[in-house]
């Protein structure tokens, strides 16, 4: 059964850093395309960050308003996503969700909540 | 970027009633489409797949077609527990995108 668990989320001041996880399991982490998708209170779904696989040099790419802030990485050997958030903004308040393409479906994570305030 | 147009944003139905809701996609997706359900405090949960596949466990009153670039989740037969958050979301090309947002409400 394909099962990924975010952890990391918490309070966090304006500029701030904050790392998220994502423990994966059922299914071959190393040849999957995964992206953290978020949340805003009340607000529609975003994509945020995408690892490509193994085979690709685990590429990765990055929705316009968290380039340059937000780093996406994997631990291959503990078949875990990670997503590093620096310089944090109140705007980035949100539910993070990891989230993976094994096509023909894509799948998702239960969620963690990431509050940025002063 | 793949624009996604959902609509309505908001409907009021009353159970047993068939419900319909449309996203149009601003360029073919190859069937690329998921539909999920999204109820408070929790994740999106995916009911459609490739645009018309019903994912295990999904009730089969469920169902998703397409049509060039509009697809279209129904509802046959709406439960109260249909309440409810439903979003679309294209998966051929990366932005990822989705829809707005539709919310179901139960007269």
């Known amino acids: 059964e394909v099962q990924m668990v975010e952890s990391g989320g918490g309070l966090v001041k304006p500029g701030g850093s904050l790392r998220l996880s994502c423990a994966a399991s059922?299914?071959?982490?190393?040849?999957?395309?995964m992206s953290w998708v978020r949340q805003a209170p009340g607000k529609g779904l975003e994509w945020v960050a995408r690892?490509?696989?193994?085979?690709?040099?685990?590429?990765?790419d990055y929705a316009a308003p968290v380039r340059g802030r937000f780093i996406i990485s994997r631990d291959e050997s503990g078949n875990t996503l990670y997503l590093q958030m620096n310089s944090l903004k109140t705007e980035d308040t949100a539910v993070y969700y990891c989230?993976?393409?094994?096509?023909?479906?894509?799948?998702w994570g239960q969620g963690t909540l990431v509050t940025v305030s002063s | 970027d793949i624009q996604m147009t959902q609509s309505p944003s908001t409907l009021s139905a009353s159970v047993g009633d068939r419900v319909t809701i449309t996203c149009r996609t601003s360029?073919?997706?190859?069937?690329?489409l998921a539909w999920y359900q999204q109820k408070p405090g929790k994740a999106p949960k995916l009911l459609i797949y490739?645009?018309?596949s019903l994912e295990s466990g999904v009730p089969s009153r469920f169902s998703g077609s397409e049509s060039g670039t509009e697809f279209t989740l129904t509802i046959n037969s709406l439960q109260p527990d249909d309440s409810a958050t439903y979003y679309c979301?294209?998966?051929?090309?990366?932005?990822?995108?989705f829809g707005g947002g539709t919310k179901v409400e139960i007269k």
């Open positions: 989230t993976t393409d094994l096509s023909p479906k894509y799948l």
């Open positions: 059922g299914f071959t982490f190393s040849d999957a395309w």
């Open positions: 690892s490509k696989t193994k085979g690709e040099g685990w590429t990765t």
């Open positions: 360029q073919s997706i190859s069937s690329w």
């Open positions: 490739k645009a018309s």
């Open positions: 979301q294209q998966y051929y090309a990366y932005p990822l995108t």
